[in-house]
């Protein structure tokens, strides 16, 4: 079942209501009027994607933003991928690399590029996921694997990297798409090999707008969402998809990739950038409540002036996350959490002790009308501690 994978990755209701549905049905990039009252992720109290702990950086002063429709000619997401030649000479050589279009493929596009020995091309699958029995330490361990097993790629000869955390099971937990592809990329570059290897990434973690350009970001070259596929032909079979006319599968995914890259040209345009080519490891992102630790480590360079989770941290949350789908005691048949995604609401408020926090509490609202229509200095003062509990909870001031 769909279900199961999509717990342990973090998917909410609203995930799948509110942006993947609307992506399909509407093929472009869904938006919000009221923007984001929840809190960030450091100060949130459940655990949060790695993807929410980086903001988009934009430009300010000296480059000026483009328009990535109007302007498009000049905009491209075609990407080369593979071993790159010596700059300093020109030989056919150097033109032998992998073209793509654009850079989400389809499970049938990944599953090629896993098997392919055309003109003899070979590509190496690591697995991303750790034991569970491992504990917290599992993590750091599954790190250091993955960087051994991107230099005996390099060192036998393969032209392309496969991250794939296809492996999730009860005894086995993901690392983050986005730490690992952080982690592989630095030591790469650090160790001066990364032109010599093609960077892909097959997760089931990513499927909004931010996840795909937070991989391109730090040296992903093509990023397959399997898991977010499989919801998309979940929600189709199900007629949960608010569209008139009749898509087969393929039309339905291309509309979703036609979204994502849109939404992916319209980030790249708030820096001035107009290519994928130009956007790919340029780690155009802050992070706000990573440890320093983490961020030498897997996003080298990067702009931190927040410290926070550390490895342990980011371990903990993601057992909590696999927990979510491979409880220890068994649910209950016919739950309410056993049957469905849970809905923390965050975007919308939801009631409940293990809800989202947002500052547009509907508590406060109620202590603010209240105040306002009875002149009641009373109501007001309780509302003013509601905001200030609130914003302590929501904002860093």
Known sequence: RVLTPLRAFGYT???????????????????GSMGNDAPLAFLSQRPKLLYEYFKQL??????PPIDPIRES????????VGPEGDLTTSTAGQAHRLRLRQPLLDVHEMEAIKTTSHRGWRALTVDITFPRADGIAGLERGLA?????????????????????RNLSPHRVSISA?????ATHAHLVSTAQRTRLGLLVDTGEAREVHHFCSLFGFGADAVCPYLAIEAIDALN??????IKETFTREQLVARYFKASSDGMLKVMAKMGISTLASYKGAQIFEALGLNQEVVDKCFPGTASRISGLTFQNLAEDAFIMHSYAFPESKLAEGLAEEVSLSNPGDYHYRSGPDKEVHMNDPRAITKLQEATRNNDQAAYDEYSRLMK?????CALR
Do not use: W
């Open 237 to 242: 079979a199900e007629g949960r998809i608010s």
């Open 389 to 393: 509990d609130l914003t302590e909870k």
């Open 178 to 182: 986005l730490l690992a592809t952080g």
């Open 73 to 80: 000619v000049v905009t491209s997401l075609e990407c080369m």
């Open 58 to 63: 934009f430009a300010q002063v000296t480059n």
């Open 13 to 31: 209701v609203e995930s799948v209501e509110l942006l993947l549905g609307p992506m399909v049905a509407q093929a472009s990039d869904p938006l």
């Open 145 to 165: 694997h993955i960087a051994q097993e991107a230099d005996r790629a390099v060192r036998e000869g393969y032209q392309l990297l496969v991250l794939s955390d």
